[in-house]
Structures are given as structure tokens and as C-alpha cells.
């Protein structure tokens, strides 16, 4: 019988808030030399589960962030936008590295120039590549964006698909 | 057998199809006619002396722009010095397009019996990029020949696969040649950046 809707409410949007950014099940979408650091940060020095983040899920239907570690290639990005498609809300996701920033130092034929032009980002974790420490901060920006996003109701990782990405890209199986 | 030696060993064995050779720093290279490839290929496996059983690497140059920006010697910029050893004979490091061809295959080989390296460039002309293939006989030429077509253009007469290998379906032009720029992106989904 609550007396006061909105403060029972608030109250527990910041107990899901609070629980959701303290078991993160990451999907490490490795491709390149950041993965090493991924797993610097992941394994026992530096040690991602404190945070709750240790259980890496390799199924994008079971996984709520989406690491996206190391360059993207522009014949990897529809299938980068595949898993991030398949994966059910709530979703966010981490840009690890400069090369998933801004492309890095690759300006060339094959490497898209930051994965903000075909997901929508909400960390970015710039190094060449970050250390363990950078990591874990981002992954700190990353749970205070969920408790708030919790609490204020807004929708994580609102779309902000371009429209030129509604074109038929993907053959029809 | 040392660089001058295989050298002298394969120019008697096939004077017609070597062009010239040089050995700098140790390392022997020959420059070959394109028609002769096959049948020097098949002399240093099969040769008891030269027993070149691994090919190491097959890729190709593309020397349409040679020397048209000055090229630097070795590291003058980062303040290493590049004196080298009086005793290695000091040809120009940077010998520039054999027979002052557009494109060349660069084949490297190691004998793993009997440790010595060779490696041969067949150049080609730039209308002409056709060259035999020598997946048959070593058989990890079969990717590094599609390879050679994904990134220069380069047709491999005979080759039992021929696709691409690294590049999308969808993306247009050998990407390694001069004449495409380096940053040209042709994405399949989101904008052109």
C-alpha cells in the first residue's frame, strides 16, 4: 500500500539500477591487440569481477554490454551491427580502444572510422591500448550511466541508426 | 651454399632465365624472365644442392610511382647510424623496378635441409600482370597467390582457386596499387567516412 507512488518507484528503479550495474554479463567483442588488455583487465591483477563484470557471455542473447575490443574492418561491421541487433534491451555499449573511437591510427581502405557510425556508443575508452586501469574507469562511467538511466527512465543506448542504414544490406537467407 | 655460390649454381643451371642478380648483405636475389618461372621453380625443389622445399613468401611491388618522392637511406631520420660493415659490399639499397617494370612477384624460399634463402623477382609489365602459378608445386602458394590477386590485381595463370581471399564481394579494385587511394572506404553498412 504505498502512500507515495513516485518515491516507491524511484526507489526501486535505483534497486534495479543498482543491481543491473552490478552484474554486468559483458559480450568481448574482440578482434585485435586490445583484447589483450581486455583480459589483463579481466583476468586476477586487475580483476573486472569485483565489478561484477567477470562472466563474459559469448551469446549476444545473454549478454547486456557489448565490448567492442580492437579495429573493426568494414567487411566485420554488418556483422558487428548483427550481434548488436540481436542482443535485447537493456544494451549498452563500450568502444575499447582508439581504433573503435575514431579508427585509430588506420586511415586506410578497410577500417571504419569509429563504430559511432554504425552502433550508438555509450563509453568510450580511448588508448592504444588502454590500460587495465583506464578499463576499469570506464567500466565505472558505464555503471553510474546504468543506475542513472534507471532512475531517470530513460531507454539505454537510444538509436541513433542513420537512415541510410534501413537500406537492404544484409541478403535475405 | 652462401649467396654468391647459389647464385653462380642457378645462373649454370638455367642461364636463360635469369635477368640479372644481385647479393646484398647476404641475401641473394634473382630477377627471372616470367616464361622461365615454372621450370626454376621445379629445379631449385627438386636440385639435390638447392633442395628449396618451403616457400616463405609470395607477394608482389608495385613500382609505378618509384622515385617520385626521394627515398630516404636507412633510419637517416631517427639519428641511428648507418655505416655499415666495409666488408659487405654496398650496392644502391634501393635498386628500384627490375628491368624497370610496373609490377613484380616476389618469391622468397628456405631449404629446410640445407638452411640457405633465396628470393626471386619475376617483373611484369603494367597491362600484362600475368604470371604462372607454382601452387603445384608448393602448395602453400595457393593463398598467397590469391592474396597477390586480392590486393595487386596479379592473375595467376592455372591456379586451381582462383578468388578472393581477404577483401568483401562487394569492394571494387585491387587495393594495393598505387593508382587506389589508401584511404578510398567503400562500406557496406553505414556512411561513407
Redesign the interface.
Known amino acids: 500500500m504505498p502512500e507515495n507512488p513516485s518515491f516507491l518507484t524511484s526507489r526501486i528503479n535505483e534497486a534495479l539500477g543498482w543491481a543491473r550495474k552490478y552484474s554486468i554479463f559483458q559480450y568481448p567483442f574482440v578482434t585485435a591487440c586490445c583484447g589483450m588488455e581486455y583480459m589483463a583487465a579481466a583476468c586476477s591483477h586487475y580483476d573486472i569481477d569485483r565489478f561484477g563484470a567477470g562472466f563474459p557471455r559469448f551469446s549476444p542473447r545473454q549478454a547486456d554490454v557489448l565490448f567492442v575490443v580492437g579495429t573493426i574492418s568494414?567487411?566485420m561491421?554488418?556483422v558487428l551491427?548483427k550481434i548488436y541487433d540481436q542482443m535485447a534491451e537493456p544494451k549498452w555499449v563500450i568502444a575499447f580502444g582508439v581504433c573503435t573511437c575514431t579508427g585509430g591510427f588506420y586511415?586506410?581502405?578497410?577500417?571504419?572510422?569509429?563504430i559511432d557510425?554504425?552502433l550508438p556508443v555509450d563509453v568510450y575508452i580511448p588508448g592504444c591500448p588502454p590500460r587495465p586501469e583506464i578499463v576499469l574507469d570506464g567500466l565505472m562511467k558505464l555503471q553510474d550511466r546504468i543506475a542513472e538511466q534507471h532512475t531517470s527512465g530513460e531507454r539505454p543506448a537510444p538509436e541513433t541508426r542513420?537512415d541510410?542504414?534501413e537500406k537492404e544490406?544484409m541478403p535475405a537467407l | 651454399m652462401d649467396a654468391g655460390a647459389l647464385i653462380a649454381f642457378v645462373t649454370k643451371r638455367v642461364p636463360e632465365a635469369v635477368a640479372s642478380s644481385h647479393a646484398w648483405r647476404g641475401d641473394a636475389t634473382l630477377v627471372l624472365r616470367r616464361e622461365h618461372l615454372i621450370e626454376t621453380a621445379r629445379v631449385l625443389r627438386d636440385d639435390a644442392a638447392l633442395a628449396m622445399n618451403l616457400l616463405v613468401d609470395l607477394t608482389a611491388v608495385d613500382y609505378s610511382t618509384h622515385g617520385e618522392s626521394p627515398v630516404p637511406a636507412f633510419f637517416s631520420s631517427s639519428g641511428v647510424s648507418t655505416r655499415t660493415d666495409s666488408s659487405i659490399p654496398d650496392e644502391n639499397p634501393w635498386p628500384g623496378p627490375p628491368l624497370g617494370a610496373h609490377f613484380a612477384v616476389v618469391y622468397h624460399f628456405f631449404s629446410t635441409t640445407l638452411t640457405h634463402r633465396l628470393r626471386l623477382v619475376v617483373p611484369l609489365a603494367a597491362a600484362d600482370e600475368e604470371v604462372d602459378t607454382v601452387s603445384a608445386i608448393w602448395p602453400a602458394a595457393n593463398w598467397l597467390e590469391r592474396e597477390a590477386w586480392d590486393m595487386f590485381g596479379i592473375r595467376f595463370n592455372g591456379h586451381p582457386d582462383p578468388r578472393r581471399i581477404l577483401?568483401?564481394e562487394e569492394f571494387e579494385g585491387p587495393?594495393l596499387r598505387k593508382d587506389?587511394p589508401?584511404?578510398?572506404?567503400?562500406?557496406?553498412?553505414?556512411?561513407e567516412?
Open positions: 568494414h567487411k561491421a554488418p551491427r586511415n586506410n581502405y578497410a577500417t571504419v572510422m569509429g557510425t554504425i542513420p541510410d542504414l544490406w | 577483401m568483401y587495393p587506389y589508401v584511404n578510398a572506404r567503400q562500406p557496406l553498412i553505414g556512411p567516412n
